[in-house]
């Protein structure tokens, strides 16, 4: 058997766990995947042929999925120690960490301690992390068995018959996706105590040995508890729910409830915006991609002339610099979402300008030779008349810092679900923004969905560095996530991932992908979601963008 890894050979004898071939011949620290003839495997897979390794630590994507998964279960091992009668909930990601609540108690921080010193007894003690396969039916009666109806309700939609769950000392549980094979693994973690519940922290992703920075975000964690009062509501709290609502032909007036609530929430925004009167002039949007910001401008707008308002748009776009006075990045190519991308002297004099009642002449991006042109489009506003300005800088002060604070109202725009395919498996918010992303770039930007896949980690990092440290400094949050929409999306991802072939690049990730949405039942009948939706805006038919 020939391995390679890392441009050297190694020649074996014997089959090997990738965790022992690491051990005795690569010596890699803190790895907890590896990706072997472009699959992702187990430290705990057994090498059997010939292949190529790649190793996987906790500053891939990957690895980072695996090591916060398994900190997950060793959470849930620590409170069920503690708590053994309440439900734990992983809820959602917030601030680099992931906020969970325990059932029927308000967490202390003595109570925080005492899950930290079970979770560190744990890595201490080098519990396995125990990997086993049954008929799917087995374990769907044995969840039934523990009166986990949640977990047994979601596997009945899996489609392979064979299911991997997992254990530590004793507790069985089911997880979307691959774990470490052991608690020692899981040494860099902390806890904070966060709202009614905790936020799980990992290793920071440039130093695994040291915390990741976490801070309280108060705005956001309002957002995902005014979020998950709607799904209440609704009476869809997980994937299973919606699959019943599907299943049995109720989901028209779900969609219309969600369009509803949407639409209530923009219209409570153009009223505060309009409650101060003339002193708010700059409407500033931003979010990271595929949150829908320009159907929410739209929506925004109408709802702003329904209180007599004239709101005008102007796309940042057309203020990028030319091409050759684009900043580059780390590696050398054009950094679009650099603030440095805009030309912020001249916006900032348009803005001062216009907020005077002076006309100025609008600039028009050409991307096709990387020039600022001018095309005789003037643009006068009168005192009253708010500028709406939509764009991933919208929250940073840097893009309008000529124009006084009290003029500006900043909202931020993401897709934040709350929707989980059970209380231990949620529903990753950057994995919805995705497919929404591959579905409107193959209808509308002739983009393939290794394309996309390919352009995501690029995104992500603008989004991490440009977006999110700002999302705080927001007057409003809003969250343009449907509860419904991923069983829409599924009939318009599913063909597109199952196009990546496996010795693709893009194929680890398209499979992963394909895995989570086989839980969704797909929603076929589009009758009941409006032309002005935000989903509209991904799947074609909107009649307010494009």
Excluded at 360 to 367: D, Q, S, T, Y
Aim: hydrophobic residues 35%.
């Amino acid at each position: 058997m020939i391995l390679k890894a890392y441009s050297k050979e190694y020649s074996l004898n014997n089959t090997i766990t990738i965790e022992n071939f690491n051990k005795e011949y690569l010596k890699q620290d803190n790895i907890v995947a590896a990706i072997f003839n472009n699959n992702l495997r187990e430290l705990t897979y057994e090498l059997k042929a010939d292949g190529i390794i790649k190793l996987l630590d906790f500053k891939s994507h990957d690895g980072k999925k695996i090591y916060m998964r398994s900190l997950s279960f060793l959470f849930i091992r620590a409170c069920k120690d503690l708590y053994p009668n309440n439900q734990i909930n992983i809820e959602h990601a917030i601030s680099k960490g992931l906020y969970c609540e325990i059932n029927g108690i308000t967490l202390l921080k003595e109570d925080v301690d005492k899950i930290k010193e079970r979770m560190n007894f744990y890595v201490k003690e080098d519990f396995k992390i125990i990997k086993k396969t049954c008929d799917k039916q087995d374990a769907i009666k044995e969840f039934e068995r523990l009166n986990n109806y949640k977990k047994a309700e979601i596997l009945k939609y899996k489609k392979e018959d064979k299911v991997t769950m997992y254990e530590i000392n004793g507790l069985i549980d089911y997880f979307y996706g691959y774990m470490v094979p052991s608690t020692s693994y899981l040494k860099t973690f902390d806890l904070q105590l966060c709202d009614d519940g905790v936020v799980i922290i990992g290793p920071n992703k440039n130093d695994f040995n040291k915390i990741a920075d976490y801070k309280y975000l108060p705005k956001l964690s309002y957002v995902f508890r005014e979020t998950e009062k709607w799904a209440k509501i609704m009476n869809v709290r997980n994937v299973s729910d919606l699959n019943k609502i599907i299943e049995n032909n109720k989901y028209s007036d779900l969609i219309r409830t969600v369009e509803a609530l949407h639409e209530k929430k923009i219209s409570e925004i153009a009223d505060m915006i309009d409650n101060h009167e003339h002193e708010k002039r700059l409407i500033l949007i931003a979010g990271p991609s595929s949150s829908g910001k320009t159907s929410f401008s739209h929506r925004l707008a109408t709802q702003l002339k329904v209180n007599g308002l004239d709101p005008v748009s102007i796309s940042l776009d057309n203020y990028f610099v030319n091409r050759e006075d684009t900043p580059l990045d780390e590696f050398g190519k054009y950094d679009f979402e650099s603030i440095y991308s805009i030309d912020l002297e001249l916006f900032n004099t348009h803005l001062q300008k216009l907020l005077k009642g002076e006309e100025i002449e609008l600039p028009v991006f050409n991307f096709k030779n990387g020039k600022r042109e001018y095309n005789n489009n003037f643009l006068k506003v009168s005192e009253t008349q708010p500028i709406i300005i939509e764009g991933i800088h919208g929250l940073n002060e840097m893009l309008t810092e000529s124009i006084p604070h009290n003029k500006k109202f900043k909202i931020y725009v993401s897709a934040l679900t709350q929707l989980n395919l059970d209380e231990h498996n949620r529903i990753q918010t950057t994995d919805l923004r995705l497919i929404r992303r591959m579905v409107r770039d193959k209808s509308f930007r002739n983009k393939t969905v290794k394309e996309t896949i390919a352009q995501w980690k690029s995104v992500r990092r603008g989004e991490e560095k440009y977006i999110f440290p700002y999302q705080e400094e927001a007057d409003i949050m809003f969250n343009s996530t449907l509860i419904y929409e991923l069983s829409v999306l599924k009939k318009y991802a599913k063909p597109l991932l199952e196009n990546v072939k496996k010795d693709e690049e893009e194929y680890i990730e398209s499979n992963r992908l394909l895995k989570f949405l086989q839980y969704f039942v797909p929603l076929e009948d589009e009758a009941d979601i409006p032309p002005t939706s935000i989903l509209k805006e991904f799947i074609g038919g909107s009649r307010i963008v494009h």
